[in-house]
């Protein structure tokens, strides 16, 4: 949790913390970096260090300083985040080609006074750009670790006017969604083994990575009022050319009276064996992985598809399939055996 001091905090002193981050890495980028993005030490400044020393972000180890915690900038706003830990409730620090991606997706048409809900909000990143926006924003996430750091970041950037935050999950808010303009579903697309027992709250989408999509596309959509959207950013695993929601929309959307628009984000193209045994091959249980990523193989889902989804209320449904060229510089391995895939 967050370590902050336990003396009297006010939003002045918030307003101080977020000017003292805003200083700091203006002028001194790369001890910025250091200290934020790298989990490395650099030398103690109590001038441009005041606000962070008082609210326990950084430490200080012989004159030099070490920070606990990740901090993400995008545009003017900072986010507390996590750094890579093996602790199941880590908070997810963004990384730039999502956030380039999904953040005009979300907020570019938003407009004062609409009612927003993220579901799986984690560091409040989006529920803080779309109060930006003077709507009125509700974050909601599974993770109180992620609830404490989202309540902490839309104080920082002072948007506590318009948002607010709470621990729920989808099946909590159903009731309110028609009370919305704009559902944005934040959801865990990873795929992982049924077996493996340690699984990272932020991550885990279940055995082929769609088990909260699926949740959300069906209980949120048809919740909607007629004139609000559910929108989603998600990996979806597919053969080498298409994804499996393109192959299969039925299998998502059951004919629900729906409108959808899917925009494919066109990057080079990951076989997902690959990315996943490279990032979990220090996991005790290398046998269950191999025998589950056979079992995708076998099914033809080895690829990975990144893609939006817009879904608005309509007479009958229908899919609408665009293509983004968009460059995912997201280091993954990639693999010369490239499998024939079965059609």
């Known amino acids: 949790m967050l370590g902050l001091c336990k003396e009297c905090i006010t939003m002045n002193d918030y307003k101080q913390l977020h000017d003292e981050l805003r200083s700091f890495h203006d002028l001194y ?55 890579k830990t093996n602790s199941l409730d880590q908070v997810f620090s963004p990384y730039d080609e999502e956030v380039n991606i999904c953040a005009p997706f979300y907020t570019n048409e938003l407009f004062k006074n609409q009612r927003v809900l993220e579901i799986g909000t984690g560091c409040g990143l989006y529920t803080t750009l779309a109060a930006e926006k003077d709507c009125t924003v509700t974050g909601v996430d599974i993770n109180p670790k992620a609830v404490e750091y989202a309540k902490f970041n839309i104080l920082l950037n002072n948007v506590q006017q318009y948002a607010k935050v709470m ?85 998502f959307f059951n004919d629900l009276p729906v409108s959808v628009t899917l925009t494919k ?10 990315w996943y045994t490279h990032k979990f091959s220090n996991n005790n249980n290398q046998a269950v992985i191999l025998q589950w990523l056979d079992h995708l193989k076998a099914r033809n889902l080895n690829y990975m598809h990144y893609v939006t989804l817009e879904i608005t209320p309509a007479s009958k449904f229908s899919l609408t399939v665009k293509r983004k060229d968009y460059n995912l510089n997201i280091a993954y391995p990639r693999s010369k055996n490239i499998y024939s895939p079965i059609v």
Not at 190 to 203: C, D, I, Q, R, V
Not at 265 to 274: G, T
Request: charged share 20%; glycine share 2%; net charge neutral.
């Open 29 to 83: 980028p790369e001890e910025f970096s250091l200290l934020y993005r790298n989990n490395q030490t650099c030398t103690l400044n109590e001038r441009l260090m005041k606000y962070q020393l008082k609210f326990n972000l950084l430490e200080i180890i012989n004159r030099q300083v070490k920070s606990s915690y990740r901090i993400y900038s995008y545009q003017s706003c900072f986010f507390i985040t996590d750094y």
């Open 167 to 251: 621990a729920a999950d989808i099946e909590s808010m159903l009731p309110l969604v028609p009370e919305y303009d704009l559902v944005i579903a934040s959801l865990p697309y990873m795929p992982n083994p049924p077996t493996l027992s340690e699984k990272k709250t932020y991550s885990d989408g279940g055995e082929y990575g769609w088990k909260l999509s699926l949740q959300a596309i069906s209980q949120i959509s048809k919740r909607l009022n007629s004139r609000a959207r559910l929108k989603m950013y998600t990996m979806n695993l597919g053969n080498e050319h298409t994804s499996y929601i393109e192959l299969n929309p039925y299998f």
């Open 265 to 274: 984000i066109c990057a080079n193209m990951h076989i997902f064996s690959d």
